[in-house]
């Protein structure tokens, strides 16, 4: 039998009286909680915390991450201990929930902590869970996921190529650094021409300041030696778990650290049976990243900055298509790619709309078939492309979204390239782009379950011919 974990939702709110101050201030934390086991009451449980921390005034980070024991009879306790960024300082939220049968509802709901930094105590509060408006999102959210197979970032690095001629394969990660808001793009691409010339690889690195003009390098082309592990090719590598290279004043060196499985933004089986004109994955839907960008007199520094890398292999390019990666904070992953085909008969239907959700764990929707075709007559997503703003909407099942990607024209980057046939395209990125979600659920009417804006960290581009 295929093991099973355990993933759910809470919200807490209280206050916090820091010792620089002499005054409470209101808290909420909004934590997505996973373990690899279903929750039993008589053990204890380890999980996994990421989510959001806001303390009014001092402190607002979705990043924040961390761990819980949960051991309700072994050990009658919850213990919550939390990783958070203030102005700065990263600082550790510890607290426990003492359960006592004499109150088990007061000792369930109210949690005690202390603020810490490096060891040493900077505050301390009370939070409580709130039944009235907390118990029923809280119930609902709860989810028994089967633990994945075996599969590492790693299997979906090795190159897709086999030698035929009219391939194209890339290679490539995003990143936000939040210390800064800059955006990093490094783009790593193998073509296979039509006429059997032979492969070559190339590629750009390109780095977009919250506050600056977006710059950019190219490298290569170079002939092409397959190489198992991932792209390597003069000095250039994107293998797993490392980022290297240089490129006229850009050098890079990046280690990459996944947060969780593989994400096909494309049906799964494409990427096994490459049948479609081309296939889109992530082999890990949330990656950190450490280590340094330089370019010129400067240098940027990056400690757990939050991105993605994502692998493609196809055909060549769409005739128009869109793109966005938004890391949703709390462990939430949205990816888009809407398309027009290449291809005669394809080329005269509007975009295809391939998107996966990624929330508490889980992908929604189930199969990445049902936002591209339909589903039982609700008909499919709707993508309307465009600069500087572009669109996405639609519905399955019971949840519909929509969504609205900014490239504002000072963000965004424009670069051509050519397909395996020699015909040209031109794609404008922006990894500093902004973006809107609404995410709704019927419940005998359409109502209000998540909603996200993201400023300047959203990833997005649009293409064409």
Known sequence: ???????????????????????????????????????????????????????AGRADDADAEGELEISPLARRRIRYRITFTMEGRRLVLDGWKSISPARPVRSMTVLPYTLYEDGERVGEGTLRFPLTTGLLPFLTSF????????????EHLASRWDGKPGRTEVWYTTLTDPATGTGVWLHHEVVAPTDGSGAH???????????GPVEHARFGPVP??????GYEAEGIRAQAGQLAGSAGPFTWSLTETPQGG????????????????????????????????????NE??????TGAGARIYGHGNARRWAWLHADLGGGDVLEIVAAVSMRPGLDRLPPLVFLRLLRDGRPWPGRAERTAVGW??????????GLPEWRVSGRVGRRRIRVKVTQPPQRTLALDYTDPDGSPAVCR?????????????????????????LSGTAHAEVGDR
């Open 1 to 55: 039998m295929t093991a099973r974990g355990t993933a759910f939702r809470e919200t807490m709110l209280g206050r916090a009286r820091l010792d620089d101050e002499d005054r409470d201030r209101p808290v909420r934390l909004d934590l997505a909680v996973r373990a690899d086991a279903v929750l039993l009451p008589h053990r204890t449980t380890p999980a996994r915390v990421t989510g959001r921390v806001r303390i």
């Open 143 to 154: 989810r028994f996921p089967r633990a994945a197979a075996e599969s590492t970032a790693a």
């Open 201 to 211: 690889a190339h590629g750009w690195v390109a780095v977009f300041p919250k506050d």
């Open 224 to 229: 092409w030696t397959d190489r198992q592990q």
């Open 262 to 297: 593989p994400l096909h933004t494309f049906p799964r089986w494409s990427w096994r049976h490459p049948l479609l004109p081309a296939s889109h994955m992530l082999p890990a839907a949330r990656c950190l990243y450490s280590g340094t960008v330089r370019y010129g007199d």
């Open 300 to 305: 940027l520094r990056l400690d757990g900055a």
């Open 376 to 385: 039982a007559g609700l008909g499919r997503f709707r993508a309307d492309i």
């Open 429 to 453: 990125n922006s990894e500093t782009a902004d973006a809107e979600v609404s995410l709704e659920r019927w419940w005998g009417g359409w109502r209000p379950e998540a909603t996200w804006r």
